[in-house]
């Protein structure tokens, strides 16, 4: 069999599973079996392709036509530019987050060494990414699991951020203290009645925990926003990524007295997706 029959072959497969552009997944996953890129494929199209490499290459489609995102098949996701380990037990970085870091970015280039935290740190793609771009920021990565810090850890080492990111083990703000410029989280913020209706690579695959924010999806986004006060150094930040319905019911949780006025930033579907705020200024604690 040579290359252009496998990806035929693949891509019917794939196309069988209900596989959004079949032909395109098919070629990848042949690109990352064999090591090549996709202008090797097409100038090399009527090469036979070895006995390991095609049973390689039906394994990850076997895979693949289940419905296991593709990046947990190559195990990596580029994400801002950077290239991050990514696998089963953290979700798979998307694209709408990168407004998230975006924000978080030009918020701490104007600060002299900032220091901030994630919660629910992940893959680390996040603190990583912002770490990467804010040379002078150093940061504290929380997450409950103990698989998900080690991903993390190793997409700092990865990115070259290891020395300036400590990881914790937690549940949202346990066991940290001092203060911090910035809080930012991706929190799991998936109510309970619409995991369900999750796609399947999502549904199937990615870990529950990282999705599911209980009956209305704003569980532990509502602990994020109780407690960050007493975490927050003077006139700290917080930026959230929300669902794409809660943009409004999350900027009524915050308690004017103590946040500025909270601004929803669009993704490039124009869904509200990031919630930015800021504490008052002196107003570091809650009452």
Known sequence: MNIA??????????????????????ASLLAFVIKQDAAFLI???????????????E????????????????????FYGLDFEVTPDVLVPRPETEILVEKAVEILSDRDA????????????????????????????????????GVARRNAERNNVADRLILVEGDVFDGLGGRFDMIVSNPPYVPAEQLESLQAEVRD?????AL????????????IVAGAPE?????????????????????????KSIWRQPEA???????????????????ISLP
């Not at 990850?60 to 996701?77: D, L, N």
Request: glycine fraction near 8%; charge should be negative.
């Open 231 to 255: 975490l927050l150094g003077p006139s700290g930040y917080l930026l959230l990524e929300v669902g794409f319905d809660q943009s409004e019911k999350v900027m009524s949780l915050f308690d």
């Open 5 to 26: 029959a496998a990806i035929s072959d693949a891509a019917a497969l794939l196309e069988d599973a209900g596989i959004a552009e079949p032909r395109r997944e098919a």
């Open 43 to 57: 100038a090399h199209s009527d090469e036979s392709l070895a006995a390991p490499y095609k049973m390689m290459f």
């Open 114 to 149: 900032p220091h901030f935290c994630e919660i629910g740190v992940g893959s680390g793609c996040i603190a990583v990414s912002i770490l990467y771009s804010v040379q002078s920021a150093t940061a504290v990565g929380v997450d409950i699991s103990d698989k998900a810090l």
């Open 212 to 223: 599911a924010g209980g009956d209305d999806g704003l569980e532990t986004i509502q602990r």
């Open 205 to 209: 695959f990615e870990p529950r925990i």
């Open 265 to 283: 930033v669009a993704d490039l579907q124009q869904i509200p997706r990031i919630i930015v705020t800021q504490l008052h200024e002196g107003n």
């Open 59 to 78: 394994a990850c489609v076997r895979r693949r036509a289940r419905h296991e995102p593709f990046q947990y098949i190559v195990g990596r996701q580029e």
